[in-house]
């Protein structure tokens, strides 16, 4: 049973640049939750799709967009890429009745030069 | 705003020993409440998570002790083993419409010696 699987691994990009990152949920389930790991701080929460639509949103600007499949993968673009953008953008799934019960995957390390 | 405080920043504790980092949120509508385990290169894996109607729960050498009424929670790892040696990281969600939404503490870089 495969869990989550996100790519790539890592990602070099510049300044202004645009970048999409993805990410296959766990078997079975129907939620994909995004989130944003600066180096030595916790995840923050980006945003969460089901059943293709946005279905809540962090604290994030419009820069930062999603969209979901019907496959339930998912995929995170990032326009206009800023230093600051530098981090592990890490995916997780779920099941829409078990929301909180969020599996993890290794993330993708994005590095803005 | 950081909703979740979580302390020490580090912790390091002998083979055996019990490992102790706590918590603390403002939000009230907060009713779940996880702990995630973080290997290097690795993203977070659920380790216990507790709801607000019980003050304890535990799981083989893992405890979560919950305080309601001041707004704590805090993970107990006994007789700690070197492979316990992670990046630990509490974190809580709200109900409702925002269910899901997991807000997380800064983590807890924890090292246990031999």
């Known amino acids: 049973d495969a869990g989550v699987t996100q790519s790539p691994t890592h990602l070099i990009k510049t300044r202004g640049q645009q970048v999409t990152l993805r990410c296959s949920p766990k078997s079975g389930h129907d939620t994909v939750s995004w989130y944003q790991q600066a180096l030595g701080q916790g995840p923050q929460f980006i945003f969460q799709y089901y059943e293709e639509e946005e279905r809540q949103r962090g604290n994030f600007p419009d820069r930062f967009s999603g969209h979901q499949f019907p496959n339930y993968s998912s995929e995170l673009n990032v326009n206009a890429l800023l230093l600051g953008d530098s981090a592990l953008y890490l995916c997780?799934?779920?099941?829409?009745?078990?929301?909180?019960?969020?599996?993890f995957g290794a993330g993708t390390r994005l590095s803005v030069l | 705003q950081q909703q979740v405080k979580q302390s020490p920043q580090s912790l390091i504790v002998q083979k055996g020993g019990i490992s102790i980092i706590n918590c603390a949120y403002e939000n009230t509508a907060f009713d779940y409440f996880p702990w995630y385990q973080q290997f290097p290169g690795k993203g977070p894996a659920l380790l216990i998570a507790i709801r607000p109607d019980v003050s304890e729960k535990k799981e083989g050498r893992f405890t979560i002790s919950f305080n309601k009424s001041a707004k704590q929670f805090s993970l107990h790892i006994m007789d700690s083993q070197p492979g316990d040696s992670a990046t630990y990281f509490c974190a809580a969600s709200p109900g409702g419409t925002s269910y899901g939404k997991l807000t997380f503490g800064q983590g807890t870089i924890l090292t246990v010696h031999p």
């Open positions: 997780a799934s779920s099941l829409v009745d078990r929301g909180n019960i969020q599996y």
